[in-house]
């Protein structure tokens, strides 16, 4: 039997970079202290802020949430956005309700049916890989969720894993204006854009699988029908699994210098933001890109129409 590295117990989990093998409540101390050195770090947010969780019921975003929930770092709102796509979405908006009423957190569901614009729908309208469109909608809605009920922060679950791919993706593809969006925090255009934070930038993903599995949280483990993987994001990934297994903790120091040299930069957006002409939330050109593309797609621009029922709810 491989023991705790802190006490008598058997270790469940073994974490290479950090050369400890830990047991089940061990690993969640671990992994709670490490949430909060990173909220710290990079000055996330402050204690007792109040903070929006995007949760789409996937590992990743349960795992934040409980953690952030032990934490007690913030007082927080879960948020959902129903993509209206078919079973899926219907798993994954019972599954973010389940959870959050069994933690006894205060959620909110976003429907997108409700105002036409689920995925598929909007998908059907346009050339953009549904992948492309989704991210949209999603960071729209959750930006305008976080302004109009005046929240200090967004925090979304992505992991480290992911963040390193996007690093070296961007990258390779020479994209310095989503290199520079690539950030653990980007912060707030006052009346425009929300703090967006991500207190995962420096997990990895066993890490939170293995939290979520251990600790019995529900989460959605069907795939979206839309999810399609190119050859660039399997080909980095690959490469950086094994710059990982060579050297444990290589992701890390790639996070942690590319936040370091990144922190201060602004994207174009960011460096020179504008209000949406139609909707008032930020943009790079006179229409924001949510408006722009529902205006194309359905003949007339979401955004106010989406901000109208979110104020609804304050
Ligand atoms: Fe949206 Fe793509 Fe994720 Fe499906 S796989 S939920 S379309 S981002
Ligand atoms: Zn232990
Ligand atoms: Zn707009």
Redesign the pocket.
């Known amino acids: 039997m491989v023991k705790?590295?802190?006490?008598?117990?058997e270790?469940v989990v073994r974490l290479p970079y950090a050369k400890l093998n830990?047991?089940?409540?061990?690993f969640a101390e671990y992994l709670l202290r490490k949430l909060e050195r990173s909220v710290n770090r990079y000055k996330m947010f402050g204690k007792g802020s109040r903070v929006v969780v995007g949760v789409s019921g996937g590992k990743d975003s349960v795992t934040l949430t409980k953690l952030l929930s032990e934490s007690g770092l913030a007082k927080m709102l879960v948020v959902h956005v129903n993509l209206a796509i078919g079973e899926y979405s219907r798993i994954s908006v019972e599954t973010v309700r389940r959870f959050s009423v069994e933690h006894g957190l205060d959620y909110l569901i976003v429907d997108l049916s409700e105002y036409g614009i689920g995925i598929p729908e909007l998908v059907a309208k346009t050339k953009r890989s549904p992948c492309s469109v989704c991210g949209m909608v999603k960071r729209y809605v959750l930006n305008a969720l976080t302004m109009d009920l005046g929240y200090d922060a967004l925090a979304t679950a992505h992991h480290g894993d992911d963040m390193a791919v996007y690093i070296v993706k961007s990258f390779l593809l020479q994209d310095y204006d989503q290199l520079y969006k690539i950030s653990p925090v980007n912060y707030e255009v006052p009346g425009l854009a929300a703090r967006k934070v991500k207190p995962l930038y420096e997990f990895y993903e066993f890490e939170v699988e293995t939290f979520a599995k251990l600790y019995g949280l529900p989460f959605v483990s069907v795939k979206c029908p839309f999810k399609h993987v190119g050859w660039l994001e399997s080909y980095v990934r690959e490469l950086l699994d094994r710059a990982e297994e060579e050297s444990p903790g290589f992701k890390v120091s790639l996070l942690r210098s590319h936040a370091r040299r990144t922190m201060s930069m602004r994207s174009a957006e960011q460096a020179q933001p504008k209000a949406c002409a139609s909707c008032g939330l930020i943009s790079s050109g006179t229409e924001c890109s949510f408006c722009r593309f529902t205006r194309r797609a359905l003949g007339q621009p979401m955004g106010l129409v989406v901000r109208r029922w979110i104020i609804g709810k304050a």
């Open positions: 705790c590295h802190y006490c008598e117990r270790a830990l047991c089940r409540e061990h």
